[in-house]
T-cell receptor, first 115, second 109 residues
Framework: ETGVTQTPRHLVMGMTNKKSLKCEQHLGHNAMYWYKQSAKKPLELMFV???????ENNSVPSRFSPECPNSSHLFLHLHTLQPEDSALYLCASSHADRAGANVLTFGAGSRLTVL | GQNIDQPTEMTATEGAIVQINCTYQ??????LFWYQQHAGEAPTFLSY??LDGLEEKGRFSSFLSRSKGYSYLLLKELQMKDSASYLCAVKDSNYQLIWGAGTKLIIKP
């Protein structure tokens, strides 16, 4: 148990489906992140909720939309995805201050396959 | 552009020592992290270096040279459970994390 829980662990969806990934942390952290991990590529930061501000990577397509209802929960809503969106989606949390993220605690990830 | 380089894959023998290198070119530097990721699991924090020198933590040590843009992770007395990917990440001048693609370490008996 890493302290950050992601569900579902595996998801297969068609390009016309709508689904959501869920992340939950009870570590008292004040920042939560979505990362995309593709084979043999660096982790790609998608979205950050930190200090009550949302920061996003402008290269992330609009078919991905995050939601952070409170400091413990984070969602990634998926709609009309493409096969190239198949990847491992990692959620992370951390204590954050104006100097940016400190040590990240990751969830085990949601393995997404888009058919 | 910003870039982190680390070998894609390395192989080592159980009981031996292995050094995983990481070189970086970033806009500024505010610390370097190493994470371990077993297949199908969450990445977990191993070490953090912000000053030059060696940080030792049990069988694992991490070294940093800011002038050379270089770090390494040293694993001693290798065990089969050390088979994993090792991720290097640098915090740049904007305090954003820049990640390497990771090094897959294979331990053979």
């Amino acid at each position: 148990e890493t302290g950050v829980t992601q569900t579902p662990r595996h998801l297969v969806m068609g390009m016309t489906n709508k689904k959501s990934l869920k992340c939950e942390q009870h570590l008292g952290h004040n920042a939560m992140y979505w990362y995309k991990q593709s084979a043999k590529k660096p982790l790609e930061l998608m979205f950050v909720y930190s200090l009550e501000e949302r920061v996003e990577n402008n290269s992330v397509p609009s078919r991905f939309s995050p939601e952070c209802p409170n400091s413990s929960h984070l969602f990634l809503h998926l709609h009309t995805l493409q096969p190239e969106d198949s990847a491992l989606y990692l959620c992370a949390s951390s204590h954050a201050d104006r100097a940016g993220a400190n040590v990240l605690t990751f969830g085990a990830g949601s393995r997404l396959t888009v058919l | 552009g910003q870039n982190i380089d680390q070998p894609t894959e390395m192989t080592a023998t159980e009981g031996a020592i292995v050094q995983i290198n990481c070189t970086y070119q970033t806009s500024g530097f505010n610390g370097l992290f190493w994470y371990q990721q077993h297949a199908g699991e969450a990445p977990t924090f191993l070490s953090y270096n912000v000053l030059d020198g060696l940080e030792e933590k049990g069988r694992f040590s991490s070294f940093l040279s800011r002038s050379k843009g270089y770090s390494y992770l040293l694993l001693k007395e290798l065990q089969m459970k050390d088979s994993a990917s090792y991720l290097c990440a640098v915090k740049d001048s904007n305090y954003q994390l820049i990640w390497g693609a990771g090094t897959k370490l294979i331990i053979k008996p």
